[in-house]
């Protein structure tokens, strides 16, 4: 059974960092799809960034691009996204979630690759004020 965890949330001031931590336990493929999405109140659910795991490509919203940057972890299907020059418009829940099996990511960010990615982690609180 798959199991996605978070954590690493809280919070800062505008322009400050944090950076996120995920742990995908129980997949039996080499190679997953491992992405951030978010979701800020009275908002839908978004993407944020993607990795292939193993080495493979990673993608972002437009509005993280330069700020954000997801990473692997030495561990398998570990990996961390940092935060950089946060405004307050990246307040939300942070989801960590994976695509498990899958060659390669869903085109992200896009509106299905919500529905591509079947586990998902409970959800880490990031608040950024003014």
């Known amino acids: 059974q798959v199991h996605v965890v978070e954590s690493g949330g809280g919070s800062v001031q505008a322009g400050g960092s944090l950076r996120l931590s995920c742990v995908v336990s129980?997949?039996?493929?080499?190679?997953?799809?491992l992405g951030w999405f978010r979701q800020a109140p009275g908002k839908e659910r978004e993407g944020v960034a993607a990795i292939y795991t193993g080495g493979g490509d990673s993608f972002y919203a437009d509005s993280v691009k330069g700020r954000f940057t997801i990473v692997e972890g030495r561990a398998k299907d570990t990996m961390y996204l940092q935060m950089t020059s946060l405004k307050p418009e990246d307040t939300a829940i942070y989801y960590c979630?994976?695509?498990?099996?899958?060659?390669?990511?869903?085109?992200?960010?896009?509106?299905?690759?919500?529905?591509?990615?079947?586990?998902w982690g409970q959800g880490t609180q990031v608040t950024v004020s003014s």
């Open positions: 979630a994976a695509d498990i099996g899958r060659v390669g990511c869903p085109p992200f960010p896009s509106p299905g690759a919500l529905s591509s990615f079947s586990h």
């Open positions: 129980g997949s039996p493929y080499s190679r997953n799809c």
